[in-house]
């Protein structure tokens, strides 16, 4: 078993992710602290991505700038992914924690992160005709993140290949449907406040007449 610090750690589970994330696992070396650090960047990727890009690449941006979608885009997609998985897992009898999870799928999205940024700082330097080095790059750690979250999924809840494809697909459908609900508690919440406002203001004016 590697005997490496926390940093190091990070960088031999992204290099090496079948072999890194079962270390990790086993010798119980992930960091919350670092793994939201990552999630930090995430949010901050999203933003670089979204309004620092190339203007010769994205030149109409929004004129009103908003930062809760990029919050939810960042924190919380990958929040929700977390709990889903968690609660997918008890079902399939998964070992890993809430904890591990957490973990290893911030660890996971280092590669994306990297290429979103280094994507978004050659989108500054490169000119149209070269976009596909841009793009190259971008894909080169999405796919990367693809392999490390597959890996990282089979490693902490000890599943098969198969099994791990058929959790993050049911993850991803529990996802939907906390989406969905969440929506329609807020929709049915609003109806209420609307209805209530509404009772309100008749009352209101009845006595004053």
């Excluded at 976009?131 to 890996?151: D, K, P, R």
């Excluded at 902490?156 to 290949?161: G, I, L, R």
């Amino acid at each position: 078993m590697l005997d490496l610090t926390q940093g190091q750690f990070v960088k031999h589970v992204v290099m090496h992710p079948f072999e890194g994330f079962e270390d990790l696992r086993w010798k119980k070396s992930g960091d919350m602290k670092i793994a939201t650090v990552i999630i930090v960047l995430l949010f901050f990727q999203q933003l670089a991505y979204n309004r620092l890009y190339g203007f010769q690449y994205y030149s109409d941006y929004d004129k009103v700038f908003n930062i809760l979608p990029y919050f939810f885009r960042s924190f919380g997609i990958f929040l929700l992914y977390v709990v889903c998985n968690w609660a997918m897992c008890t079902l399939f009898d998964g070992e890993g924690s809430l904890k591990n999870i957490y973990i290893v799928t911030a660890y996971s999205l280092i590669p994306y992160i990297t290429g979103s940024l280094v994507g978004t700082l050659l989108s500054h330097v490169l000119i149209r005709d070269e976009y596909i080095f841009i793009q190259t790059v971008e894909w080169i750690g999405l796919g990367w993140t693809v392999v490390l979250f597959i890996s990282a999924m089979k490693a902490v809840h000890q599943f098969s290949f198969g099994k791990t494809i058929l959790l993050i697909l049911l993850t991803l459908v529990a996802m939907v449907l906390c989406v969905f609900l969440l929506v329609l508690l807020l929709t049915l919440f609003q109806q209420v406040m609307i209805f209530i406002f509404t009772i309100y203001t008749e009352l209101s004016y009845r006595l004053r007449v």
